[in-house]
């Protein structure tokens, strides 16, 4: 081809781009080599830090080809030098694009030949003869097949499935005779591109003095629309009230309620706090938040107020909140009436008595859910104030969850009050405590005091084995709650290893028999119990949707090997570090066709031979591999499922190398609905694998991929690029450089809200280069501890 321009190309092709079959790579490629421009067939090569096929192929005739070559994105050394520059040359290669580096940069650049590459570096590759050829590539974004065409110039590179003729291109050359054709003719190009503009602001303003086009379009669209909206553009809302009345209604009705997913800085909230009227329901992140931006916000017409990691508003505020929303309330059977407030354990101790809730509770009188989570810190720390809460509880609570709360203050308190008396005892049916430890005399005196509970979750952290510990007398205390669909007792074992041992299969036997009704069931801990007695739940209770069982190493296939023979309701199944678990197991599991999450983080012995029963199940939309024994093989399977997987994990999966990754998403049936990606302590991880995310999973949102040592900066930049990625793990990636944090400003990484960066040497910018990231990204967190994503549980150790 004597002539081509790839940006006129992409005008003249929009079909083709949009089709795929043109694709654009991502400007990730320094141009060297006399060649500016070059295009002919491609020939596909992988390798990695090897570049012996590299030379075995440049020996060879060019023919007018060009060598694409994928190595993995790799910085640590170069691909091609000097040498084989001249090689190419000598053959017939009209250009080379690799995806890794080069040296001998003067060399290259006195050759007649087209080369593009990532960087140059001095040190040379290995010579071992290792990679693959004629094989699909994943560089710059898109997949590259073996005899298609690429085409190369100073705006870009192009690959195109087939030759692109003379007739189908506009070069340069063409539109400049074309633009002075139209200059004889009287008709300028920017001539009629003004004319075209001044028309359509012209139609635009006539539009809104008359009947606009906006007061067609249904206001449940654009409710929806609103919806989906980031929390930091929220502020621009109230500007478009104006345009129409639809607008303003649609406006009206989203900012009657206000959530923000990740810390809002002071600045962006105020700008969207200015824009409010009548809030009703507030669920926000105060982590960066004072106590002035948040009382500003509230007002007599809250009705649902939900304060995560409250770290930097005081107690004595926390303790007011009912005097400044007296309203927490609304009428019955619309809504919950909810108080959340999460905040650290690890504040100002002498502040702590300021935390009293007499006054806010007392203004709530017709509060239904109230729950208060302290984090960090020891439980005997502040068990003592929220034992206070028990006699400020208005009669209305329906839902109460306290974290912490001591064993013995919650027995004395139902034992020494007459139920009576306790009037919140007729109407709460939701409880959830996190204690020192669960024992008989506990389970038995909530379960006798609170007639109408429907769900129970009770969680534990002994530090050490005690003699009243939870037994089956305990267990069989259950039977009593006639109306208890969901039941959670769960075991903590962040510093120890205790387990309740003294509740046995007959505890379990007991609880089958007497509680039928369970819908939901968490277990945890529980290391005396064995196939029989989880058996007997999953057979005996007919409702069962959520069976969740954790650190239990009796647990085997064994409990599910009739699971098939009669018609189940299960649509969650997790099983959390159950060891004996394997392939087995789940081939049965997967016989629940309704199951929609399936949880095996842990389950060493789950292998490639269930994944096949696992793909059939058309309704999955969450799966968790995490530690399974699963390889490259597996993901092929994996791969043709058909189900609508928005999370997928398999950390730990050390046998899943790149090649896994792209055969699972190779032919874009998981990827078109994934949302959430963990490649966690994945040794076979590479630059390749994150490219090929980045092409096929296109709503992808976040993205973990700590302890993978092979992924470098290439990898950053190509997430970079990718837009609607919002959370990215690369906690102790050691293959990142301090160069890395250039790519953490603008204009990559858009709405990014979260990222993990401890333990890479990116940390090494210190906290002037932090400020500065901080200053043109208020919103976004930047955590340099080991949290995972999002800091969920993590926030109340550190500061950001």
Same mark, same amino acid.
């Given at each position: 081809?004597?002539s081509?321009?790839?940006?006129?190309v992409?005008d003249?092709?929009?079909?083709?781009?949009?089709?795929?079959?043109?694709r654009?790579?991502?400007?990730i490629f320094?141009?060297?080599?006399?060649?500016?421009a070059?295009?002919?067939p491609v020939?596909?090569?992988?390798?990695?830090? +090897?570049?012996?096929l590299?030379?075995?192929?440049?020996e060879?005739?060019?023919?007018?080809?060009?060598?694409?070559?994928?190595g993995?994105g790799s910085?640590?050394?170069?691909?091609v030098?000097?040498?084989?520059?001249?090689?190419?040359?000598?053959n017939? @290669?009209?250009?080379?694009v690799?995806?890794?580096?080069?040296?001998?940069?003067?060399?290259?650049?006195?050759?007649?030949?087209?080369?593009?590459?990532?960087?140059?570096?001095p040190?040379?590759?290995?010579?071992?003869?290792?990679?693959e050829?004629?094989?699909?590539?994943?560089?710059?974004?898109?997949?590259?097949?073996?005899?298609? @065409?690429?085409y190369a110039?100073?705006?870009?590179i192009?690959?195109?499935?087939?030759?692109?003729?003379?007739?189908?291109?506009?070069s340069?050359?063409?539109?400049?005779e074309? !633009?002075?054709e139209?200059?004889?003719?009287?008709?300028?190009?920017?001539?009629?591109?003004?004319?075209t503009?001044?028309?359509?602001?012209?139609?635009?303003?006539?539009?809104v003095?008359?009947?606009?086009?906006?007061?067609?379009i249904?206001?449940?669209?654009?409710?929806?629309i609103?919806?989906?909206?980031?929390?930091?553009t929220? *502020?621009?809302?109230?500007?478009l009230?104006?345009?129409?009345?639809?607008?303003?209604?649609?406006?009206?009705?989203?900012?009657?309620?206000?959530?923000?997913?990740?810390?809002?800085?002071?600045?962006?909230?105020?700008?969207?706090?200015?824009?409010?009227?009548?809030?009703?329901?507030?669920?926000?992140d105060?982590?960066?938040?004072?106590?002035s931006?948040?009382?500003?916000l509230?007002?007599?017409?809250v009705?649902?107020?939900?304060?995560?990691?409250?770290s930097s508003?005081?107690?004595?505020?926390?303790?007011?909140?009912?005097?400044?929303?007296?309203?927490?309330?609304?009428?019955?059977?619309?809504?919950?009436?909810?108080?959340?407030?999460?905040?650290?354990?690890?504040?100002?101790?002498?502040?702590?008595?300021?935390l009293?809730?007499?006054g806010?509770?007392?203004n709530?009188?017709?509060? !239904?859910?109230?729950?208060?989570?302290?984090?960090?810190?020891?439980?005997n720390?502040?068990?003592f104030?929220?034992?206070g809460?028990?006699?400020?509880?208005?009669?209305?609570?329906?839902?109460?969850k306290?974290q912490?709360?001591?064993?013995? +203050?919650t027995?004395?308190?139902?034992?020494?009050i007459?139920?009576p008396?306790?009037t919140?005892?007729?109407t709460?049916?939701?409880?959830?405590?996190?204690?020192?430890?669960?024992?008989?005399?506990?389970?038995?005196?909530?379960?006798?005091?609170?007639?109408?509970?429907?769900d129970?979750d009770?969680?534990?952290?002994?530090s050490?084995?005690?003699?009243?510990?939870?037994?089956?007398?305990g267990i069989?205390?259950?039977?009593?709650?006639?109306?208890?669909?969901?039941l959670?007792?769960?075991?903590?074992?962040?510093?120890?290893?205790?387990s309740?041992?003294?509740t046995?299969?007959?505890?379990?036997?007991?609880?089958?028999?007497?509680?039928k009704?369970?819908?939901s069931?968490r277990?945890?801990?529980?290391?005396?119990?064995?196939?029989?007695?989880?058996? *007997?739940?999953?057979?005996?209770?007919?409702?069962?949707?959520?069976?969740?069982?954790q650190?239990?190493?009796?647990?085997?296939?064994l409990?599910?090997? +009739?699971?098939?023979?009669?018609?189940?309701?299960?649509? !969650?199944?997790?099983?959390?570090?159950?060891?004996?678990?394997?392939?087995?197991?789940?081939?049965?599991?997967?016989?629940c066709?309704?199951?929609?999450?399936?949880?095996?983080?842990?389950?060493?012995?789950?292998?490639?031979? $269930?994944?096949?029963?696992?793909?059939?199940?058309?309704?999955?939309?969450?799966?968790?591999?995490?530690?399974?024994?699963?390889?490259?093989?597996?993901m092929?399977?994996?791969g043709?499922?058909?189900?609508?997987?928005?999370?997928?994990s398999?950390?730990?999966?050390?046998r899943?190398t790149?090649?896994?990754?792209?055969?699972?998403? *190779?032919?874009?049936?998981?990827?078109?609905?994934?949302?959430?990606?963990d490649?966690?302590?994945?040794?076979?991880?590479?630059d390749y694998?994150?490219?090929?995310v980045?092409? *096929?999973?296109?709503?992808?949102?976040?993205?973990?991929?700590?302890?993978?040592f092979?992924v470098?900066?290439?990898?950053?930049?190509?997430?970079g690029?990718?837009?609607?990625?919002?959370?990215v793990?690369?906690y102790?990636?050691?293959?990142?450089?301090?160069?890395?944090? !250039?790519?953490?400003?603008?204009?990559?990484?858009?709405?990014?809200?979260?990222i993990?960066?401890?333990?890479?040497?990116?940390?090494?910018v210190?906290?002037?280069?932090?400020?500065?990231i901080?200053r043109?990204?208020? @919103?976004?967190?930047?955590?340099?501890?080991? $949290?995972e994503?999002?800091?969920?549980?993590? @926030?109340?150790?550190?500061?950001?």
């Amino acid at each position: 081809m004597s002539s081509f321009a790839t940006a006129e190309v992409c005008d003249a092709h929009a079909s083709h781009l949009a089709s795929g079959d043109l694709r654009a790579l991502q400007p990730i490629f320094k141009i060297y080599g006399q060649c500016r421009a070059f295009s002919g067939p491609v020939v596909t090569l992988k390798v990695f830090e +090897d570049n012996v096929l590299v030379r075995e192929h440049l020996e060879s005739k060019g023919e007018g080809r060009v060598l694409v070559i994928d190595g993995g994105g790799s910085m640590r050394c170069a691909l091609v030098g000097g040498n084989l520059g001249q090689l190419a040359q000598n053959n017939g @290669w009209v250009g080379i694009v690799v995806n890794g580096c080069i040296r001998d940069v003067d060399e290259i650049n006195g050759c007649d030949i087209g080369v593009r590459a990532l960087a140059s570096h001095p040190q040379k590759s290995y010579k071992r003869g290792n990679g693959e050829k004629g094989v699909p590539v994943h560089i710059g974004g898109t997949l590259i097949h073996d005899g298609e @065409w690429l085409y190369a110039d100073s705006d870009g590179i192009l690959v195109s499935k087939t030759e692109l003729t003379e007739a189908e291109i506009f070069s340069k050359t063409h539109r400049g005779e074309r !633009e002075r054709e139209e200059g004889k003719n009287g008709h300028s190009v920017m001539a009629h591109k003004r004319s075209t503009s001044t028309a359509v602001a012209g139609s635009a303003s006539a539009t809104v003095g008359g009947d606009s086009l906006l007061e067609r379009i249904p206001e449940n669209l654009l409710n929806e629309i609103f919806l989906k909206l980031e929390p930091e553009t929220l *502020s621009s809302l109230s500007s478009l009230a104006c345009v129409s009345r639809t607008l303003q209604s649609s406006v009206n009705n989203v900012l009657s309620s206000f959530s923000s997913a990740f810390s809002l800085d002071p600045q962006t909230f105020d700008g969207i706090r200015r824009n409010l009227g009548n809030i009703q329901k507030i669920t926000l992140d105060c982590l960066r938040l004072s106590d002035s931006s948040i009382r500003n916000l509230l007002g007599p017409d809250v009705e649902e107020l939900i304060l995560l990691k409250c770290s930097s508003l005081s107690c004595r505020f926390l303790s007011s909140i009912g005097r400044t929303c007296p309203n927490l309330s609304q009428l019955l059977l619309i809504e919950f009436r909810v108080l959340t407030l999460e905040f650290s354990g690890f504040i100002d101790k002498s502040s702590v008595f300021d935390l009293n809730f007499r006054g806010s509770l007392e203004n709530c009188r017709s509060l !239904e859910s109230l729950k208060i989570k302290i984090r960090g810190g020891e439980i005997n720390d502040y068990s003592f104030m929220l034992l206070g809460i028990y006699h400020l509880l208005p009669k209305t609570i329906k839902i109460l969850k306290l974290q912490p709360s001591i064993s013995l +203050d919650t027995l004395v308190f139902f034992r020494t009050i007459p139920i009576p008396h306790t009037t919140f005892s007729q109407t709460l049916t939701q409880i959830s405590l996190v204690l020192d430890t669960i024992t008989d005399l506990l389970l038995h005196t909530i379960t006798h005091s609170l007639p109408l509970l429907t769900d129970l979750d009770l969680k534990d952290q002994p530090s050490s084995d005690t003699s009243d510990d939870l037994s089956d007398l305990g267990i069989q205390s259950l039977i009593h709650c006639k109306n208890l669909t969901h039941l959670s007792l769960i075991r903590i074992r962040h510093h120890s290893s205790t387990s309740f041992k003294r509740t046995t299969d007959m505890g379990f036997f007991l609880l089958s028999e007497g509680c039928k009704q369970l819908e939901s069931v968490r277990l945890s801990g529980f290391s005396k119990v064995s196939d029989a007695g989880f058996t *007997s739940i999953l057979n005996s209770c007919s409702n069962l949707k959520k069976f969740e069982i954790q650190n239990t190493h009796l647990l085997t296939d064994l409990t599910f090997q +009739d699971v098939s023979k009669v018609p189940r309701v299960l649509e !969650e199944v997790k099983l959390v570090s159950c060891n004996s678990i394997t392939s087995e197991g789940v081939h049965e599991i997967a016989s629940c066709s309704g199951l929609k999450i399936l949880d095996l983080f842990g389950c060493k012995s789950v292998a490639d031979s $269930c994944l096949g029963n696992v793909s059939k199940l058309r309704l999955l939309t969450s799966l968790n591999l995490s530690g399974a024994d699963v390889t490259d093989s597996g993901m092929v399977i994996l791969g043709k499922i058909h189900a609508p997987i928005t999370f997928l994990s398999l950390r730990g999966c050390k046998r899943v190398t790149d090649k896994g990754i792209g055969h699972l998403l *190779s032919n874009g049936k998981i990827g078109n609905n994934l949302t959430s990606l963990d490649l966690g302590h994945m040794p076979g991880i590479t630059d390749y694998s994150v490219g090929i995310v980045v092409d *096929s999973c296109i709503g992808l949102v976040e993205l973990c991929i700590r302890n993978c040592f092979h992924v470098t900066n290439v990898s950053m930049k190509v997430l970079g690029l990718k837009g609607g990625i919002r959370r990215v793990d690369v906690y102790n990636c050691s293959g990142l450089t301090v160069g890395c944090f !250039e790519l953490l400003k603008k204009p990559l990484f858009r709405g990014l809200q979260w990222i993990g960066i401890g333990k890479t040497r990116v940390i090494c910018v210190g906290d002037d280069g932090f400020d500065e990231i901080h200053r043109e990204r208020p @919103w976004l967190t930047i955590c340099a501890d080991g $949290c995972e994503v999002g800091c969920h549980d993590g @926030w109340q150790f550190h500061k950001f």
